[in-house]
């Protein structure tokens, strides 16, 4: 158990679905991120919030759409998705944003978009 | 673009015998390292971290790497493997002159047999 608890852990949806992710840490951290893992390619950083504020969006298409309304929760919106989306999504946390800072993950959200 | 290079997508090694998974990144600048583990269906979690001082860093589970700035590798150690130690091995780096994201090699997996 890291302290950050994403759920639901298995999700599937058609691609004019609308779903939502989400994503809490009971760390009292500052900074949250999405990373995208799909089969054989490194993480890809997605999003990233300091503060409640986004600081970092990572040309990610606009099919995704993230909202952090608290330093505690993180939601990662999905609407008319294609099957390349499909792949498992990570939430992490750290206390700040600088690069000495620890990320701790969840244990994902594995999507499969039909 | 920073990058991190991991040689071998797959390593299987036998119980008990020593093992090395390799990686290399592209900075010729300051760097922070870290290597994450990940095991079946769960996030990734911190094994250990260069950040600066002595080059040979321990981490948690016997692990240790090695930063090399020359060779601009920091490879992870571990004398004797365990069945348990089964799973994905990620190497990743964070340079402050790319924005302190932190850039993730596509991962190693360490297959223990016994």
């Known amino acids: 158990e890291t302290g950050v608890t994403q759920t639901p852990r298995h999700l599937v949806m058609g691609m004019t679905n609308k779903k939502s992710l989400k994503c809490e840490q009971h760390?009292?951290?500052?900074?949250m991120y999405w990373y995208k893992q799909s089969a054989k390619k490194p993480l890809e950083l997605m999003f990233v919030?300091?503060?409640?504020?986004?600081?970092e969006n990572n040309s990610v298409p606009s099919r995704f759409s993230p909202e952090c309304p608290n330093s505690s929760h993180l939601f990662l919106h999905l609407h008319t998705l294609q099957p390349e989306d499909s792949a498992l999504y990570l939430c992490?946390?750290?206390?700040?944003?600088?690069?000495?800072?620890?990320?701790?993950f969840g244990a994902g959200t594995r999507l499969s978009v039909l | 673009a920073q990058s991190v290079t991991q040689l071998d997508s797959q390593v299987p090694v036998f119980e008990e015998a020593p093992v090395e998974l390799r990686c290399n990144y592209s900075?010729?600048?300051?760097?922070?390292l870290f290597w994450y583990v990940q095991y079946p269906n769960q996030g990734l979690q911190l094994l250990l971290k260069?950040?600066?001082?002595?080059?040979l860093v321990k981490g948690i589970n016997g692990f240790e790497a090695e930063f090399n700035k020359s060779q601009t590798s920091f490879h992870l150690r571990k004398p004797s493997v365990h069945i348990s130690d089964t799973a994905e091995y990620f190497c990743?780096?964070?340079?402050?002159?790319?924005?302190?994201?932190?850039?993730f090699g596509a991962g190693t997996i360490l297959r223990v047999k016994s």
């Open positions: 760390l009292g951290h500052n900074a």
């Open positions: 260069y950040l600066s001082g002595s080059t």
């Open positions: 992490a946390s750290s206390q700040g944003s600088g690069r000495e800072n620890i990320q701790y």
């Open positions: 990743a780096v964070t340079v402050m002159e790319y924005g302190n994201k932190l850039v």
């Open positions: 919030y300091n503060f409640k504020e986004q600081t």
């Open positions: 900075s010729s600048v300051s760097v922070y």
